[in-house]
């Protein structure tokens, strides 16, 4: 079974600050890990995964995600957050045994000007 | 990236009427494909997973009867909602993989809001 946990439901953040969404997953093997972020009535954009080689993963718009095997988290991050990163953040995770992605609940980002 | 797309993006039906929603990828060979419904506020529910020219696989809930699915090309795959009520209004969204491999992403359509009245 694959398993993905999002803890918070919300994140606010000032514009300029860095800014961190947390997941943590559960996999029985070695995870394939993926972000996906929405807009108001909009589908799923991808932003970055972790197959294999190095932990720290960036993507696109500035995002960057570290994998961390020992803690099974895969965070979130970018240095500077812009007024226009607001929407919803989804984590994903597949187990290289399974053909489908199991999402996170969700988290919500909100940047303040 | 590969593009997806889904049309249409919003639909308003009668009662009792059947919905169809196309789902296609432009750039690329899908070689499965998935339909999620998503509620407000909520994460993505995965309805079925649809491989070219096979039946789809259903996840445990989903009434097979109800949401037709078929995946005829490398590039279409539809949903069908037939005799539509109004608890099946939300948000439909598909996405496709291609034949890279498992480890590729998945690409996502639009979504397409259906209201039933």
């Known amino acids: 079974a694959q398993s993905v946990a999002q803890p918070e439901d919300q994140v606010n953040v000032a514009e300029g600050n860095p800014l961190t969404v947390k997941c943590t997953y559960s996999v029985s093997g070695n995870p394939y890990l993926f972000w996906y972020v929405q807009y108001p009535n909009r589908g799923l954009q991808f932003l970055l995964k972790?197959?294999?080689?190095?932990?720290l993963v960036k993507g696109s718009y500035g995002f960057e995600a570290e994998f961390n095997k020992s803690q099974t988290s895969f965070h979130l991050k970018k240095p500077s957050a812009l007024v226009s990163d607001s929407a919803l953040y989804f984590c994903a995770v597949r187990d290289p045994g399974y053909s489908t992605l199991t999402f996170g609940k969700g988290t919500m980002l909100l940047v303040s000007p | 990236g590969a593009v997806v797309s889904q049309h249409p993006s919003r639909v308003i039906c009668k009662s009792g009427t059947s919905v169809k929603i196309e789902c296609r990828s432009l750039?690329?060979?899908?070689?499965?494909m998935f339909w999620y419904r998503q509620f407000p506020k909520k994460s993505l529910m995965l309805m079925a997973t649809?491989?070219?020219?096979?039946?789809?696989?259903?996840e445990q809930g989903v009434e097979k009867d109800k949401f037709l699915i078929n995946h005829a090309s490398l590039t279409l795959s539809t949903l069908t909602v037939t005799s539509a009520h109004p608890e099946d209004s939300s948000f439909y969204i598909c996405?496709?993989?291609?034949?890279?491999?498992?480890?590729?992403?998945?690409?996502f359509g639009q979504g397409t809001r259906l209201t039933v009245v």
């Open positions: 649809s491989n070219e020219g096979s039946k789809a696989t259903y």
């Open positions: 750039d690329f060979q899908a070689t499965t």
């Open positions: 972790y197959i294999t080689g190095d932990n």
């Open positions: 996405s496709a993989r291609g034949d890279r491999g498992m480890n590729t992403e998945a690409f």
